[in-house]
C-alpha cells in the first residue's frame, strides 16, 4: 500500500481516473443510474484495476475522506451526503468467467446481470439475477438478492463461494467459507459496509426447462384476478416464483405495444419446468381468459427481462416497500381500494412477490441474510413528471401502507429500501449486532460509506 498526500498525486498514480470537482467529465462522473440523485462527493474514482482500489481506499483516510463504492448508482438515493467522501465507481472493473462444468461465474465487481445471465443462458445456467438486467452484480448480492429462481435457490448472497474486496486498511483479501469466515459471512446479505468488493464468485444453476412470462387482464378485473392469484399460490412447489402487479403503464415506446399506456392487472412467473407441466399448473388462471398470455418456453437468459425493468438509467423515481406476513382477502381488498381501480392512484406499479420456499428455508453455511422473513414483499412505484407528482405518489404509497398496516411484519429488506433506512429492520436482533460486530472489527474508523449505514459499535 502507497502513502499519499493529495488528491493530484493520486490522481496520477491510477491506472484509471480520479476525477476532481471542475475537471472537464465531472457531471458524467458523479451521475448515478437514478438521474435526479445529485451526488457530489469529494472526488469520483473509476478504477481500471483491483490495485486502483487499493491505491484510492489507501489513500483516503490520510486524505481525510470516505470511501463510498457503487457499481451503477440504481441505489443512489439511498447513500448519504457524499462531500467527505470518495465515489468509487467499480463500473471499470469488468470481466466474466464461466466454468459451465463447476457450474460457477467470476464476475468483476463491475459486472451488471446481463454480463452474467447472457453467457450462463448460453451454457444452459443461471445465476440469480432479479428482474432488472443492469443491476450491478455486486450492490444487489450484498444486499442479498430476491430473484426469479429465490423460491427454488433461495437468495443469491447464499450461492456466493468466494470475494475479494479491499478492506479499510487497503489491503486486498479473499475471504470464502475457509478464509476470514466471519467477514465473508457479513459481506452476503450484510451489505457494502465491511469493504471494496473487486470480484464475486458464485454458484450457477442449471435450467433444463424454462416457461415463463405473463397472464394480463384489463385492471377492472383485479377484484376477481388478485385473489384468484392468492388462492393459486400454496398449491404451487418452490420450482415456481409469481408476481402479482398491477399496472397502470406509462405510454413509452419502450413498453411493448399489448401493454403500452394500459391499465391491467397481472400474473407473472418463472416455472422451472417444461411447457406441459407448467400450462397444467397454470390452468386454473387461464381459466379467467387473459387477455394477454405470453407464457412460452424460454432459455433462462428470457428473465432478465420478464418484468420489463427499465435497462438503462431513469430520470427519477418513487419506490417504497413492505414485508406482510400473509395476504388474505382483507389484505386485498385494501390493497385495491387504496391503488386500485376507480381510486385515480398515480403509481405506475403495485407488485406482490411471492416469498417462501427456498426464501424462508436458511441454507447451511448461509450468509447474514440466511431468509426473508415473510410471506409476500409488496413494492409500489411510479415515475413522477415532477415534484407534484411524486409528492401524489409518496403519498399514496403511505395510505396503502397505512392500509394494510395489520400484515407489515416490520421487517424490511435491504435491496427495496431506496431511501436511507434503519438497518436494524433488516436482520434479526442477533444478526444486526454479529454485523455490528464485524464492521467494528474490519472498520473500526468507518471508513466506508455504503447505504443504510450499520454503526460501529
Ligand atoms: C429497476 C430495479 C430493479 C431491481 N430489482 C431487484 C430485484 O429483483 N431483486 C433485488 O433483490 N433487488 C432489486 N433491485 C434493488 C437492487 O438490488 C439494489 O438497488 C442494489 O443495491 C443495486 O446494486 P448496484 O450495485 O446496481 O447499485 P449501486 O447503487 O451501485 O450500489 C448499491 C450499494 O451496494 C454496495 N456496493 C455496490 N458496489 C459495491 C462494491 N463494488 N463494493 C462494495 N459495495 C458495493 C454499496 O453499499 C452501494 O451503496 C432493483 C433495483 C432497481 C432500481
Not at 148 to 154: E, I, M, Y
Not at 436 to 449: C, H, M, S, T, Y
Request: charged share 20%; glycine share 10%.
Amino acid at each position: 500500500m502507497f502513502r499519499t498526500t493529495t488528491l493530484d498525486d493520486l490522481k496520477e498514480r491510477l491506472t484509471g481516473r480520479l476525477v476532481l470537482p471542475g475537471d472537464p467529465g465531472w457531471d458524467a462522473a458523479r451521475a448515478a443510474w437514478m438521474l435526479d440523485v445529485d451526488q457530489r462527493p469529494a472526488a469520483v474514482a473509476l478504477p481500471a484495476t483491483a490495485a486502483d482500489v487499493a491505491a484510492v481506499v489507501g489513500a483516503a483516510g490520510g486524505l481525510g475522506l470516505r470511501v463510498a463504492a457503487q457499481t451503477t448508482g440504481h441505489h443512489a438515493s439511498a447513500l448519504a451526503p457524499l462531500h467527505d467522501t470518495i465515489l468509487l465507481k467499480t463500473s471499470g472493473l469488468t470481466g466474466v468467467e464461466i466454468d459451465a462444468a463447476a457450474r460457477q461465474a467470476r464476475a468483476a465487481s463491475g459486472s451488471v446481470w446481463l454480463d452474467v445471465s447472457r453467457p450462463a443462458s448460453a451454457a444452459g445456467l443461471a445465476g440469480l439475477a432479479g428482474s432488472s438486467p443492469d443491476v450491478g452484480v455486486a450492490g444487489y448480492t450484498l444486499g442479498g438478492g430476491l430473484g426469479w429462481l429465490a423460491r427454488r435457490h433461495g437468495l443469491a448472497a447464499n450461492s456466493v463461494t468466494a470475494i475479494e474486496l479491499v478492506t479499510a486498511e487497503g489491503r486486498p483479501r479473499r475471504v470464502d467459507h475457509r478464509h476470514d469466515p466471519e467477514l465473508f459471512w457479513a459481506l452476503r446479505g450484510g451489505g457494502g459496509r465491511f469493504g471494496a468488493v473487486t470480484a464475486l464468485e458464485f454458484r450457477l444453476y442449471p435450467v433444463p426447462e424454462l416457461y415463463a412470462g405473463w397472464l394480463a387482464w384489463p385492471w377492472e378485473r383485479a377484484r376477481e384476478v388478485l385473489p384468484a392469484w392468492a388462492e393459486w399460490l400454496p398449491s404451487l412447489p418452490d420450482e415456481v416464483t409469481s408476481i402479482g402487479r398491477l399496472l397502470q403503464v406509462p405510454p413509452i415506446p419502450e413498453i411493448p405495444a399489448a401493454f403500452r399506456g394500459r391499465q391491467l392487472v397481472a400474473v407473472e412467473a418463472a416455472m422451472l419446468c417444461d411447457q406441459d407441466s407448467g400450462a397444467g399448473l397454470l390452468r386454473p388462471l387461464r381459466a379467467l381468459r387473459p387477455e394477454i398470455d405470453t407464457f412460452a418456453a424460454v432459455p433462462p437468459l428470457a428473465l432478465s427481462h420478464l418484468h420489463m425493468d427499465p435497462d438503462g438509467p431513469v430520470p427519477g423515481g418513487v419506490g417504497q416497500h413492505r414485508l406482510l406476513g400473509d395476504l388474505p382477502a382483507a389484505a386485498i381488498d385494501a390493497l385495491l381500494e387504496t391503488a386500485g381501480p376507480g381510486t385515480g392512484s398515480p403509481l405506475h406499479s403495485i407488485e406482490l412477490r411471492q416469498l417462501g420456499g427456498a426464501v424462508a428455508r436458511p441454507a447451511p453455511g448461509a450468509g447474514a441474510l440466511a431468509t426473508l422473513d415473510a410471506a409476500f414483499m409488496l413494492f409500489g412505484a411510479g415515475i413522477p413528471g415532477g415534484p407534484e407528482d411524486e409528492a401524489a405518489m409518496e403519498a399514496r404509497l403511505g395510505v396503502l401502507f397505512e392500509r394494510l398496516q395489520a400484515w407489515d411484519t416490520g421487517r424490511r429488506y435491504n435491496n427495496f429500501a431506496k431511501e436511507p433506512d434503519d438497518p436494524r429492520a433488516f436482520f434479526p436482533a442477533d444478526t444486526y449486532r454479529r454485523l455490528r460486530r464485524v464492521k467494528a472489527e474490519v472498520d473500526p474508523d468507518d471508513l466506508f460509506l455504503a447505504i443504510h449505514p450499520i454503526p460501529t459499535p
